[in-house]
């Protein structure tokens, strides 16, 4: 999805993980699919490959007493100026269980002014 200038900010782009987020807690994968798009599709329809990534990540979400990574909040974090386009990381844990989560990844990319937000990974604790 194409962003705003005015769109990059952390307030603006922790809303978009919170819409992400709320997708795909709503198992609109389709929706998902349309409004971000998704990296890690590859030759998969996206809408099939967000929903088959989710449930390998729901098998084995992370937990408190995994150690894995898993931040309490959405969280912004930006990259340092590159050559490569990456701008920004929105983290954003989407529970699935008590104490269960896993973990949606968006990812801000592009040159100067023009940047997109793409749906970078969906990841549990690897098996």
Known sequence: MKLLPTQTDEASLSAFGEEARALLVRH???????RF???LAYDRPPSAAIEADFMSAVASPITVASGAYLPAAITVKYFSPNTTG???????PVPVADKAAVLL???VTGKGEEKHITVEDISGVAA
Do not use: M, P, R
């Open 28 to 34: 609109d994968y389709a929706g998902l699919a349309s």
């Open 37 to 39: 798009g998704y990296a």
């Open 86 to 92: 990456l701008f920004a990381l929105v983290e954003c």
């Open 105 to 107: 990844e968006l990812i």
